[in-house]
């Protein structure tokens, strides 16, 4: 049976299933997730609602994928440069700013549904949060092993809240979309001296 249903899931080219996910994506920037259905993107994308289930058993994983396909190089680049300057720069540039942009749109009118959706909110940890974190790992890995980053500075559990949150307060704080210029300037001035600089150990004070 898991043989059967792994060829039925399997149907779709991958031209055909990129096309599918460009749908959702439009869809979703016109109607958002809540009153995006099914059966919009079966209609849409000339599918059957059936075809769509069998693929990805329901919205909130297709809308995960979709998003995950969105970004550029699809799963996280295993980016080696040599420097972790060099690793978060070539990472950041896989977007341009119009993609930034159109990016920072969606993930805003995703962030209350995926709060309120509990299953989104699995599909996104899942598809895209795990992933990303895991490559970020890797990058921290490899600058531990250069001896770039101590191993025990706590800035490193706190490096994707960094990245997420210059990406987010980039429009609440400035109004303006976040923009390559403006994240590399961030790692730049922010990122790389918190977790590139040696922790200075505490000396208690005595009187």
């Known amino acids: 049976m ?29 109607v958002g997730y809540d009153a995006l259905t099914m059966d919009a993107v079966a209609a849409r994308t000339r599918s059957s609602k059936a ?15 979709a998003v995950r396909h969105n970004k550029p190089g699809g799963a996280f680049v295993d980016t080696d440069t040599g ?9 950041t ?21 995926v709060h309120d ?10 598809h895209l949060i795990e992933p990303e974190l895991a490559g970020f790992r ?6 531990i092993d250069r001896g770039e980053v101590r191993a025990d500075n706590p800035a490193i559990d706190f490096m994707m809240h960094m990245m997420i949150g210059a990406f987010a307060a980039r429009t609440l704080l400035d109004e303006q ?23 200075t150990p505490t000396t208690a004070t005595t009187t």
């Open 51 to 65: 075809t769509l289930y069998r693929q990805w058993g329901g919205k909130p994983e297709l809308v995960a994928k």
């Open 117 to 126: 959706d509990q299953a989104l909110l699995k599909a996104f940890k899942e």
């Open 2 to 30: 898991t043989e059967i249903a792994t060829a039925r899931r399997s149907r779709i080219t991958p031209e055909r299933e990129a096309e599918l996910y460009g749908a959702v994506l439009d869809l979703l920037r016109e």
């Open 177 to 199: 979309p976040p923009t390559v210029a403006f994240l590399l300037s961030y790692i730049d001035a922010v990122v790389l001296p918190v977790l590139c600089t040696p922790v």
């Open 83 to 91: 420097s972790l300057k060099g690793d978060l720069h070539a990472l």
């Open 93 to 113: 540039e896989r977007s341009d700013d119009c993609q930034m942009e159109q990016n920072s749109a969606l993930m805003r009118g995703l962030a209350m549904a």
């Open 138 to 143: 890797r990058v921290l890995e490899r600058a």
